[in-house]
C-alpha cells in the first residue's frame, strides 16, 4: 500500500508539472517588423510557443520604445508567467525591467541586449554577436578584393547603419570600425542610418550616389538596407554587385537570391531562428533548472558565390540545395 501511495504521489506530481507547463502563458514584446530577418524571428518564436499549447500575448512595438514599455507594463498586469523581450534601442529600460524584476517574471532576453543587463535579472539571453559580424562584413570585403586584385587600389566604402541606438547597429558599426583599419586600402566615406528598412535604404543609398564621385563599396548593416539600395543604384544606371560591390548581413533568402543573381556579393549570417534555443529554456526553467547571465551566441558563418574567402569563419559557396533549404 506504501509503495502504491509513493506512485500515485509521483504520478499526480508528474501530471501536476504537466498540467502547469500546457497552462503557461508567454509574453513576447518584439520592436516591430522592420524587415524579413524580424518577421521571420517573430514567426518562428510565436509559433513555437502556440505549438506547446501555451497562451501567447504578443505585442508589436512599431519600432517605438515607449510602446514596448507600455507593453511590458500590460504584461506585469496580466500576471504573465514568463517575458520574451527584444528592445527597440539598448538605452532607457532600466525603470521598466526592474519592475519585471519586482513582479518576479522570468524574463528572457531575444536578440538584442540591453545596456542595462548587469543591473537586472534575466532567466536566460540569446543573441547575435553583432561585433564579430561587423567585423565578417568588413574581412570578407578585403580579402574579396584582394582575391580579384584590387588589395592595393584605394576603394571608396560606403556604410548603411541599422536604427541608430540599437544594440545590433552599436555591435556591427563597432565590428567594421575595427577591421577595416586591417585594410588600408578601405576608405569609409560616409555612413548613415537607414532604420534597418528596405525604403529607407534605398532613400540613403540614392543620396550616396548623388553627393559622393566614387563609390566602390557598400556595406549594409542588414539586407533589407542592402536590397533597397540595389533599387537606387540600378536607378543610377550601375550594376549593383560589380559596379558596387555589396556586403549585406542577415542571410535572409532574398539575399540569397540577389547574390545568385549577381546583385549583391555576400551576406553574413545572423539566424532569426530562437524558437530552439526558446522553448527548451522554458520547459528547464519550470523543471528548476536555471542558466547563467551569459548570452548564448548561435553558430553563424558568411555566404556568398565565390567560396573560399578567408575572413575568419566559414565561407559557404550558395548553392540550389542551400537556398532551398533556407526558412526566411
Known amino acids: 500500500m506504501k509503495k502504491l501511495l509513493t506512485l500515485v504521489l509521483a ?38 510557443i502556440e505549438a506547446e499549447g501555451w497562451t501567447l500575448v504578443y505585442d508589436d512595438g512599431q519600432q517605438k520604445q515607449e510602446n514596448q514599455i507600455k507593453a511590458l507594463r500590460n504584461f506585469i498586469t496580466q500576471g504573465v508567467d514568463y517575458i ?19 513582479a518576479e517574471i522570468p524574463l528572457l532576453l531575444l536578440d538584442r541586449i540591453p545596456d542595462c543587463a548587469d543591473q537586472i535579472d534575466y532567466v536566460a539571453a540569446f543573441g547575435g554577436d553583432f561585433v564579430e559580424e561587423g567585423r565578417r562584413m568588413a574581412r570578407w570585403t578585403g580579402e574579396y578584393l584582394k582575391s580579384i586584385g584590387r588589395g592595393e587600389e584605394e576603394v571608396n566604402v560606403v556604410m548603411l547603419e541599422g536604427t541608430t541606438g540599437a544594440d545590433a547597429q552599436i555591435g556591427r558599426s563597432e565590428g567594421i570600425l575595427e577591421a577595416l583599419p586591417e585594410y588600408p586600402n578601405l576608405k569609409l566615406v560616409a555612413q548613415q542610418s537607414g532604420n534597418f528598412t528596405r525604403a529607407e535604404g534605398q532613400a540613403v543609398m540614392e543620396s550616396f550616389l548623388k553627393s559622393i564621385d566614387k563609390i566602390d563599396v557598400l556595406l549594409a548593416q542588414n539586407d533589407d ?12 544606371g ?15 533568402k532574398t539575399a540569397f537570391d540577389a547574390i545568385v543573381a549577381g546583385e549583391m556579393n555576400a551576406t553574413i549570417e545572423c539566424t532569426p531562428l530562437y524558437a530552439d534555443f526558446v522553448i527548451p529554456t522554458i520547459k528547464a526553467l519550470e523543471e528548476g533548472q536555471t542558466f547563467d547571465k551569459t548570452v548564448i551566441h548561435p553558430e553563424e558563418g558568411v555566404y556568398d558565390c565565390v567560396g573560399g574567402i578567408n575572413c575568419g569563419t566559414v565561407v559557404s559557396t550558395l548553392a540550389a540545395d542551400v537556398i532551398d533549404q533556407r526558412v526566411y
Open 225 to 236: 538596407m542592402a536590397l533597397g539600395a540595389i533599387d537606387a543604384i540600378k536607378a543610377a
Open 238 to 252: 550601375l550594376v549593383p554587385g560589380k559596379d558596387i560591390i555589396i556586403v549585406g548581413c542577415d542571410s535572409v
Open 84 to 102: 520574451l523581450f527584444t528592445g527597440v534601442v539598448s538605452t532607457g529600460w532600466e525603470e521598466v525591467l526592474a519592475e519585471v524584476n519586482e
Open 11 to 48: 504520478l499526480a506530481l508528474v501530471l501536476g508539472l504537466a498540467a502547469n507547463a500546457s497552462a503557461l502563458t508567454v509574453a513576447f514584446s518584439q520592436i516591430g517588423q522592420e524587415s524579413d530577418w524580424r518577421t521571420a524571428n517573430t514567426d518562428n518564436v510565436c509559433a513555437a
